[in-house]
């Protein structure tokens, strides 16, 4: 998972794209900014696999047991 996460850094260095605005994707938007919105789409997809896999469920799990707020009492009940 580190060596992905690792790729998926580099790959945001898009050194490649910096000199030209060129080509346009659909006619009008600058492939730069194109490439980052498709990056972005594919981190959140990758964001969300990382937490699937890796959320610390023992943490939620010792929140529930002193009552779902660390002991404290929930947002908006004074």
Partial sequence: MALVIAFVYALHQ???LWRS???????FLPVGLA?????TIGIS???IV???????THLEDASE???GYGG???PGQG
Avoid at 35 to 39: Q, S, T
Avoid at 50 to 56: H, I, M, S
């Fill in 14 to 16: 898009d050194v490649w």
């Fill in 21 to 27: 605005a060129r080509p346009l994707v659909f006619g």
């Fill in 35 to 39: 490439y980052h919105a498709a990056y």
């Fill in 45 to 47: 997809l990758l964001m």
């Fill in 50 to 56: 990382l937490v699937r896999a890796r959320w610390p």
């Fill in 65 to 67: 047991r002193v009552g």
């Fill in 72 to 74: 404290a009492k929930p």
